[in-house]
């Protein structure tokens, strides 16, 4: 219910108080609806992310974990199984993202090559979510803490972004920041993938962020995850 219900929350808390603003003030953004579609499925996918990192954290604070362990199963089965199930949750939260983006004007332009990678690369961004989320709340001793960690980078890396608003529109002194941060990368892929004018120029930094935190937290995960006690 969460995964389906957050992506209206955010198209209500996002669209209807900023798409008069960045119609009079965001040159070059045209349709904000298109323009804020990606970030709004990023988010979706972020704060589902967290509910993953508040079950891992359950999991280990109430010694799932321990008794998983010392059962005859893959060590790795438990891990597998939170990333398994936050990637179906992301899906059910990225379609919809896609709905609620429609009914507010978004729509998908390009060939069907655009609407595959753009899938792809939303699935990517997911699974990286979802496994740096999960070995925050492996390791961590609090659930509540767990969530009220993640979702503070959650809420400064989405405001100091071009999802919102075209990075000319902030201050000179945040503008390298806000255009090489990751949600700015995903949301310019996402962006050209969804109306067809990606090129490989705009994709590939964020392709990087993407293996950048899987290269990262993978290996973290499954040696946090396979350690018998």
Request: one cysteine or more.
């Amino acid at each position: 219910m969460t995964a389906l219900v957050a992506p209206a929350v955010f198209t209500i808390g996002f669209y209807v108080p900023l798409q008069k603003v960045i119609s009079l003030f965001g040159n070059g953004v045209g349709n904000f609806a298109q323009f804020l579609m990606p970030l709004i499925a990023l988010q979706a996918i972020a704060f589902t992310a967290i509910s993953a990192a508040f079950l891992a954290a359950t999991d280990a604070v109430d010694g799932i974990n321990t008794r998983f362990a010392s059962m005859p199963i893959s060590p790795a089965v438990p891990f597998a199984s939170r990333i398994a199930t936050g990637v179906v949750k992301c899906a059910v939260a990225s379609g919809s993202a896609a709905l609620c983006g429609y009914v507010i004007g978004f729509r998908f332009s390009g060939n069907a090559v655009h609407h595959v990678l753009y899938a792809a690369v939303l699935a990517l961004i997911a699974v990286a979510l979802i496994v740096g989320a999960d070995l925050v709340g492996t390791v961590s001793t609090s659930p509540e803490a767990t969530t009220q960690i993640l979702i503070l980078p959650q809420l400064i890396l989405g405001m100091l972004s071009s999802g919102f608003a075209p990075e000319d529109q902030f201050p000179e002194w945040v503008q390298p920041f806000v255009r090489n941060q990751p949600v700015s990368q995903f949301t310019t892929a996402l962006r050209g993938l969804a109306d067809g004018t990606a090129t490989p120029h705009s994709i590939i930094p964020a392709l990087l962020w993407i293996a950048g935190l899987l290269l990262v937290c993978v290996p973290l995960s499954l040696r946090t995850n396979t350690r018998r006690p």
